[in-house]
């Protein structure tokens, strides 16, 4: 216990004795503040990336689908994966992917800039995951990930991509 008080009060004794280091020079803010800190930069890096996500997350509307829009959607994600090779379906297990963008059609609610109406397949249940239609405003790729309200969804395109879905 004695060494341990010993050690302390030698590096208080040092940091005492330490000449003081000279203030930053002002930074770019107001008269006499400090320059950022890397901490900030990073900080500021995060900011865009948050950003950036909103910014995506923005160019997608949703409204509660049809009923049309759900028999259509729930069509299209059986024909995918009854056509959709082993080769990919052991890919989507092994990327851990548990959803689908699966096409629908448009309804009256659908917005003008839409560019696809999607709703979610959940692989697991083989049910919609809810009932909420979705609409990119920009085309979304044929097997790329895109997150649909926390989900995280694979882009089939039409059924008819299924059969060439093995190399995505």
Known sequence: MNKTALSFAALAAFAAAAPAANPPEPGPGLPGSMPPSPVVEE????????MQTIDTQT?????????????????NA???????????K???VKKHIRFLAVPTV?????SP????VVMIWDIQSDSLANKEAYEPTTQPTVGKLATFDNMEAEYIGSVASAGKAGGS
């Open 43 to 50: 900080l500021a890096w995060g900011e865009d990336t948050l």
């Open 113 to 116: 800039a839409a560019k696809e």
């Open 78 to 88: 059986k024909a995918y994966m009854a056509a959709l090779p082993p080769a990919k």
């Open 59 to 75: 160019m997608l509307l949703r409204h509660t689908a049809t009923l049309e829009q759900q028999r259509v959607a729930v069509k």
């Open 90 to 92: 052991a890919e989507l």
């Open 106 to 110: 448009r309804s009256k609610e659908t």
